[in-house]
């Protein structure tokens, strides 16, 4: 069983950015597959980005977003810049199998909120 926390989520206003963390429980984080997704009001939830061995983005973020993990703190990172209000949902943290490419999640953080407005 993996328990996973976000925090760092806020307010920010366009082209702003913001540093997502997810801290997980457990002795084997460095196993698992640790992505980000994401869910705006009426819409499904989202991938953003995956990190195994290798990274994996959703189109809409690339060149923007970076994901990142420290494995000796059993965390994982969003860095988000140049952010715009499309960016505005809530942001799950996952843990799971698979390689960034092929993300089969089987653990969810409980979310964070992210808003961009001026």
């Known amino acids: 069983q993996v328990q996973l926390v976000e925090s760092g989520g806020g307010l920010v206003q366009p082209g702003g950015s913001l540093r997502l963390s997810c801290a997980a429980s457990?002795?084997?984080?460095?196993?698992?597959?640790m992505g980000w997704f994401r869910q705006a009001p009426g819409k499904e939830r989202e991938f953003v980005a995956a990190?195994?061995?290798?990274?994996n983005y959703a189109d809409s973020v690339k060149g923007r977003f970076i994901i990142s993990r420290d494995n000796a703190k059993n965390t994982v990172y969003l860095q988000m810049n140049s952010l715009k209000p499309e960016d505005t949902a809530v942001y799950y943290c996952?843990?799971?199998?698979?390689?960034?490419?092929?993300?089969?999640?089987?653990?969810w953080g409980q979310g964070t909120q992210v808003t961009v407005s001026s």
């Open positions: 996952a843990a799971g199998a698979g390689g960034s490419w092929n993300f089969k999640v089987a653990y």
């Open positions: 457990g002795r084997t984080f460095s196993s698992y597959t």
């Open positions: 990190i195994s061995g290798s990274t």
